[in-house]
Structures are given as structure tokens and as C-alpha cells.
């Protein structure tokens, strides 16, 4: 083997190529139902017809559409990861602080933890600010995040390997208890048209928030917490889930 050369990356300019594989696991078929089924419980009967992703990444909701008939728009702060959506759809590159959209838009949805990407409760704080902005009254967000118990159960002193196509990944993953920091660290080995392998590097870092921090945070920003749900239920959900899904309604000025 000819010596390796490294490259550093941002957050999913790496991971992009490989992100549907190594998330191939997600079921997001039943997860697209579950959400269609909070809108329903919470929205009404009548599908949305705007509809907002946030941080949608390689869009899995777009192909097939979570709300077929609606006018849907998917943004995420990485190009790379949006160049890896198929199709024609509507797609911006922006931050979940600054969106590039006027609004008026019934449903926004922030899902498989995006939110604890926002590593500070400012930013967590701007986002939802954001998003009640480009809402319609009365429009619903609904976004999921992980959970310390998630973290301490699956990604505490974690190591995990897996062949790709013309790729080996590592994933060395830890939980920090103390400053409730999430650390995901990436680590590609890319076969080369030399012979050599090209290292890429990426560190992922997410903040484990309390529920409570969650509801503090979206009623200060102009929401009503309709629910915090267990997992991917419709009961009641805590710190002691792994995963809580929040459906949150735009109701007041921030």
C-alpha cells in the first residue's frame, strides 16, 4: 500500500458520498407516516399545502414527497449533502438561523436530531425564532432530538467499522456527561486513482439538551408545545426515552 495522505473536511463534505449507505438502516418510509400522522393530529385533516425541511440533508423525504400535492422546500447548511438529492426539487443551501424565505408555510420539519447540531442554547434559540418567522399562524414544527439516555445507552465509548464502495469508514463515537457533549468522529479511507488512500476526517459535535431546556427555549421564541412524544409514539415522552419528537405551534410573536 502507497502512504496514505489526510484531509481534514467540514461537517458531511466527507460524509455525503456515503450518508445513504451508512443510514440505510432508517426506516424513514414509517417515519415520513409518523410525521404525516402528527399533522394529522395536530393540523387537520386537510394536507398542508407549504411545507418547510430543514437541515434535510440528502432530502429522504423528497422521493416519494411527504405531502405529495404540497409545494415543499429542503434546506441544510451542507451543499454536499443537497447535491446528493435526486431530482428537481427546490433546494437551498443556508443555515436553520438565517433562512432565505419569506414564509407563510404550514408545516417545517427538523428531523433525525438535526437541532442538537445547534451546539449552543443561542443557537437553538435563533433557529426557532427563524422558523416561527417563516410559519403561517397556527403552523406547525416538528422536529426530534436524541436523548442522553440514547447517548449513554449507543454512543459512549462507541466504535463502529464498515466497508463502503471504494471506501473504509471508522466511527469512533463518546458522550462527555459533564458538558452533555455528543462527539461522532469520522474517519474515511479512500481508495485513490494512484493507489493510495486519501484519509478524511470529520468530527460531529451535538448537544444533548433536556426536555425542559426544549420547551423553555420554543415557548420564548412564540410556540405552544402541543406535544413531547416518546420515541416514535404518541405517548408522553422524558429525558428517559431515547428520542423525543416535539410538535410545536406557532401562536405569538417571539
Known amino acids: ?84 438529492a435526486g431530482g428537481s426539487i427546490p433546494r437551498i443551501a443556508c443555515d436553520a438561523r438565517d433562512l432565505p424565505l419569506k414564509g407563510d408555510f404550514d408545516f417545517a420539519v427538523m428531523i433525525y436530531d438535526s437541532l442538537n447540531y445547534l451546539i449552543k442554547p443561542d443557537q437553538v434559540s435563533k433557529a426557532l425564532k427563524e422558523t416561527h418567522r ?8 416538528v422536529f426530534d ?12 465509548d462507541f466504535i463502529d467499522f464498515e466497508e463502503l464502495d471504494g471506501c473504509s469508514s471508522i466511527r469512533a463515537s463518546r458522550y462527555d456527561a459533564q458538558t452533555r457533549m455528543q462527539l461522532n468522529m469520522f474517519t474515511f479511507f479512500v481508495l485513490e486513482a494512484d493507489g493510495r488512500y486519501a484519509r478524511h476526517e470529520e468530527i460531529h459535535r451535538q448537544r444533548i439538551y433536556p426536555a425542559a431546556t426544549i420547551r423553555r427555549l420554543a ?24 428520542r423525543l419528537h416535539f410538535v410545536l405551534q406557532k401562536t405569538k410573536k417571539p
Not at 134 to 141: E, S
Open 1 to 84: 500500500m502507497k502512504t496514505a495522505k489526510s484531509i481534514g473536511a467540514v461537517p458531511y463534505q466527507a460524509l455525503a458520498p456515503y450518508y445513504n449507505h451508512v443510514m440505510s438502516h432508517v426506516d424513514y418510509t414509517n417515519w415520513a407516516k409518523y410525521l404525516q400522522t402528527l399533522w394529522r393530529r395536530h393540523g387537520g385533516l386537510k394536507p398542508p399545502t407549504r411545507v418547510l425541511e430543514i437541515a434535510a440533508g440528502t432530502c429522504p423525504f423528497a422521493s416519494p414527497a411527504l405531502f405529495p400535492k404540497a409545494f415543499s422546500v429542503y434546506t441544510d447548511l451542507s451543499p454536499a449533502m443537497l447535491q446528493r
Open 134 to 141: 417563516v410559519l403561517r399562524p397556527g403552523g406547525l414544527f
Open 145 to 156: 432530538v436524541t436523548t442522553e439516555t440514547c447517548s449513554r445507552e449507543h454512543f459512549s
Open 219 to 242: 415557548k420564548s421564541a412564540g410556540f405552544s408545545v402541543l406535544a413531547c412524544l416518546a420515541d416514535f409514539t404518541l405517548k408522553p415522552g422524558s429525558d428517559k426515552n431515547e
